[in-house]
């Protein structure tokens, strides 16, 4: 399966069903107004790999099928299922672990010292994929304020895709996908289940997940202290990019701080660099 340069109505693939540019570029359309992601034509084969077995299932002969689908009555019903084909959720406990070093020390310095006061305190893992980030941020933020579940600190975890946010609920994961996990948190905040470790019950109140489109009206009314969008930006163009930026800083407490991913720039006037890909407000 090769992608090729050839003109809108010749095959883009080589392939079991026909796949030319005009059918890439259709699809990109309809995944950039939904989602912001932004899909160059070097992602064509892709596609094609994560669609065809789409295809397969709904009995279809061309990616032209499927668009008229997705066009059609159906299509409001199958456009979250062609965006959740084309989302990639690469994730790892305790991944940039520089992140949480930097995390646990905001808990230390202000966050536990104004949950105790008897503050709000409020954490956003933007973009969670299967959970691996939110509970990381919850066992790190046990470590430092271990009665968290009895005071007003709460982490919300966001995702485009309802499928991921299902898994991610269900707070189970294999041995190898915790091995990320520090020994001492681990101890604490990880219990065996079967062949399987499931988060702690303390770490899993805390969370409280949500399907969220962040090119989309944000629901919540109030402001973050912590804010993780890492490694989601880098799908997105630079005016979609620039704009979210935006938007999370308007969402930023006057002590808050934004964590990105190591390739990513927040480049915007309201933030500016607190530590690596860590960003705070301009006006703080």
């Not at 933007?126 to 941020?137: D, F, K, Q, R, W």
Request: aromatic share 8%.
């Amino acid at each position: 399966m090769t992608a090729l340069r050839r003109s809108d109505a010749q095959p883009l693939v080589d392939g079991e069903f026909p796949f030319t540019l005009d059918d890439f570029r259709d699809i990109a359309q309809l995944l950039y107004a939904d989602s912001g992601i932004h899909l160059q034509e070097a992602k064509a084969t892709l596609v094609y790999s994560r669609l065809a077995k789409r295809l397969r299932k709904l009995g279809l002969a061309s990616f032209s099928d499927y668009r008229a689908l997705l066009h059609g009555p159906e299509g409001e019903g199958e456009r979250p299922v062609l965006l959740s084909a084309l989302t990639t959720n690469v994730t790892r406990f305790f991944r940039e672990p520089h992140h949480f070093d930097a995390l646990r020390r905001q808990v230390k310095q202000v966050l536990a010292p104004a949950a105790r006061a008897g503050g709000r305190v409020r954490l956003w893992s933007a973009g969670c994929s299967l959970g691996h980030e939110p509970y990381s941020i919850a066992m790190s933020l046990l470590a430092e304020l271990p009665e968290a579940t009895e005071l007003d600190v709460r982490i919300l975890a966001t995702d485009i895709d309802p499928q991921v946010v299902d898994r991610a609920r269900a707070a189970t994961y294999s041995r190898e996908d915790v091995e990320p996990v520090p020994a001492d948190l681990a101890a604490r905040w990880l219990t065996k289940d079967g062949d399987q470790v499931r988060v702690s019950d303390a770490a899993r109140k805390l969370v409280s997940f949500g399907v969220l489109n962040l090119h989309a009206t944000w629901p919540m009314k109030g402001t973050f202290d912590v804010i993780f969008c890492r490694n989601v930006a880098i799908y997105f163009d630079d005016e979609t990019q620039a704009r979210l930026w935006s938007r999370f800083a308007e969402r930023l407490s006057p002590q808050g701080r934004l964590y990105i991913g190591h390739s990513e720039r927040a480049e915007t006037p309201s933030l500016i660099t607190d530590g690596l890909t860590v960003y705070r407000r301009r006006s703080a």
